[in-house]
């Protein structure tokens, strides 16, 4: 591991360069490097994970944003939120996002991939290819404080060999029995689902995070931990930017190779070669971000940025899909909420203590205990009158993540409202040709009416999740700002000044079938009409999912490196 770009590192040339050692590209570096016969060089722009704390400790995951381990970005003011501009974080850090996430482990419905599989002509991505490398990646384990979790999940559809560990809450919460007796109570739409991650999500279930023994398990913790990182032929380089490929071929006719990678850090810059493949691993906004400033991308685009273009691909940073998030809360008569844990010092150094020295408590749980996956009614006029922006049956429109808590001022309890399956999409784009500015990002945020009628529709079902019987004397009254709000345009107005993103962007390097006129890569992730390149990570979903993005990240990760081996390894 090198921590910087010094005279140190004598080696230019590997066999595979990793660009980003985030959650798909730590995963590429253990398998790659798994063949003695490779030399694998990953560069990351952030620095190491170890022993950054706050990384540790699951319920502190939101301290990370706006930190050093944060890109720090923002999106252009969205059209359709009344011109606000929101924050846009990203892992600037080994492990990338799965360092620095809120750690739910969630796969989304069988049909978002089976819609993969169906785009991209290539069986090998739907959801009956890709259980086995869903099994491959999770290591299922018992939670942070031991108790019989029979009934919470169906070990059938588990991974318990895998890499990264997965686990149910250890900390039960005082409104877990209600949520599960509200949702016994409701039944319909929100009837108790054993398990959330079978490919049928839909309903009330138990919440499974990427923690494991009470810390987070990240790429970096369970795909990059010291004796992987030791391996004589893996170089990890720190603390360095990747600014461009370049081509090779730039000036013969035919297709261009690019296996050349400028770096920078602290001013130096320096390239290094790949013999077989550079891996473009640095997520939604730096993989497009540095093909564009490669001249791949719209030719028209890049010539007026002063950037000479080397391949038409228009779709590069286009389709940019994000999920939009907003909360609801209600008053409740208890003291027993999350929140007193950042109004209380004394509870909150008693609940550190114990994570410190026996990784249970409230701190050793990740952000909710309880989720329910809810879709529009078959009948809703939106389905009618448009194609469903859902993947199938299976999938979700709407997330509600059950929350003990909502406000440092009162007691609430409540939910985030999360639209999984968007209509919207946007779009990323270069500001100049200059490789330290920092990109254009507009995710287009509800600028497709649906997913407004969606958001709507997801307060809606939150309220008569939160007045069922199972929460009499508990939940008083709804608080601001959606109180007393009921016509659709209180809504929609109330919506746009709220919305947020839940920081799931993907799509910016989308997968196509193979000879289609657009998208970025092919179903074996290589990039269209160029040589010695493939994008692997959240960047190349045709669709987002229907849940949150670290869990098809990890499986497109893990296949791709099959993808890869088969190809080179003899
Ligand atoms: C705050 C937050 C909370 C989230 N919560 C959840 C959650 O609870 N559950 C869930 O499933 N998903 C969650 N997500 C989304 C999920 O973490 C991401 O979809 C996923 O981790 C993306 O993986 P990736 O490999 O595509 O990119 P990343 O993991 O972001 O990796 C990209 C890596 O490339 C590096 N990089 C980028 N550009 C360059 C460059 N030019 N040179 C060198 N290195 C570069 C970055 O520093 C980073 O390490 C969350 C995301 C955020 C930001």
């Known amino acids: 591991v090198y921590n910087q770009l010094d005279a140190s590192i004598k080696q230019t040339t590997f066999d595979f360069v990793i660009v980003g050692g985030g959650t798909a590209g730590a995963v590429l570096a253990n398998r790659l490097s798994a063949h003695k016969e490779f030399q694998i060089l990953v560069i990351e722009a952030g620095p190491s994970n170890q022993g950054v704390q706050n990384t540790e400790v699951p319920f502190l995951w939101s301290t990370l944003i706006g930190t050093e381990y944060d890109w720090n970005f923002t999106t252009t003011p969205q059209e359709a939120l009344n011109g606000r501009i929101i924050p846009y974080p990203r892992g600037h850090i080994l492990g990338g996002s799965s360092s620095t996430n809120a750690m739910f482990y969630t796969r989304g419905s ?50 318990f060999k895998g890499m990264t560990l997965t686990s149910l809450p250890g900390h039960l919460q005082a409104i877990d029995n209600r949520v599960i007796a509200a949702a016994d109570e409701l039944g319909g739409d929100f009837k108790f689902n054993l398990d959330m991650n079978s490919g049928n999500p839909l309903g009330t279930g138990w919440f499974q995070g990427t923690i494991g023994h009470g810390e987070r398990s990240s790429s970096a913790t369970s795909y990059l931990p010291d004796d992987v990182l030791n391996r004589p032929n893996l170089h990890v380089l720190l603390n360095t930017k990747t ?155 709407w997330e509600l993540v059950i929350s003990n808590g909502g406000s440092v001022e009162e007691s609430r309890v409540g939910s ?13 784009k270069l500001a100049s040709s200059d490789p330290s500015e920092p990109p254009l990002i507009d995710p287009g945020m509800m600028t497709n009416s649906i997913d407004l009628t969606m958001a709507r529709e997801a307060l809606r079902s939150a309220r008569r999740f939160f007045s069922a019987h199972a929460w009499d004397g508990y939940v008083m009254s709804e608080a601001t700002p959606t109180a007393n709000l009921t016509t659709d345009e209180e809504l929609d107005a109330m919506i746009r000044d709220n919305i947020m993103s839940i920081w799931h962007p993907v799509g910016t390097a989308a997968m196509s079938a193979k000879h289609a006129k657009y998208g970025v890569v092919d179903p074996d992730l290589k990039v269209k009409n160029v040589k010695g390149l493939r994008v692997v990570d959240a960047s190349v979903m045709p669709f987002i999912i229907s849940g949150h993005t670290q869990t098809p990240v990890y499986v497109i990760a893990e296949r791709a490196a099959d993808l890869i081996i088969k190809e080179w390894h003899r």
């Open 110 to 159: 069988g049909d978002d991939y089976d819609r993969w599989a169906k785009v991209t002509g290539d069986t090998g991505w739907s959801w009956n290819a890709l259980v086995p490398y869903f099994k491959k990646h999770e290591r299922w384990s018992p939670p942070a404080e031991p108790r019989n979790t029979t009934g919470e999940f169906d070990p059938s559809v588990h991974g």
């Open 416 to 428: 985030g409202l999360v639209v999984v399956s968007p209509a919207s999409r946007g779009t990323l």
């Open 243 to 397: 600014t461009r490929l370049i081509a090779s071929s730039y000036f013969q006719p035919g297709t261009p190779t690019f296996k050349e990678v400028e770096l920078s850090s602290n001013g130096i810059r320096h390239t290094v070669r790949a013999t077989k493949e550079v891996l473009l691993s640095a997520g939604s906004i730096g993989s497009p971000y540095i093909l564009l400033h490669s001249g791949i991308g719209d030719s028209q685009e890049l010539h007026s940025l002063g950037i000479k273009p080397a391949v038409n691909l228009p779709s590069v940073g286009k389709n940019l899909t994000d999920h939009p998030f907003f909360n609801v809360t209600f008053r409740a008569n208890t003291t027993d909420t999350v929140d007193n844990l950042i109004t209380n010092s004394t509870l909150f150094s008693e609940a550190f203590n114990e994570w410190l020295t026996e990784r249970k408590g409230v701190l050793a749980n990740g952000a909710g205990n309880n989720i329910a996956w809810v879709r529009l009614p078959k009948d809703s006029p939106v389905l009618k009158n448009n194609p469903d922006p859902s993947a199938g049956p299976r999938s979700a429109h």
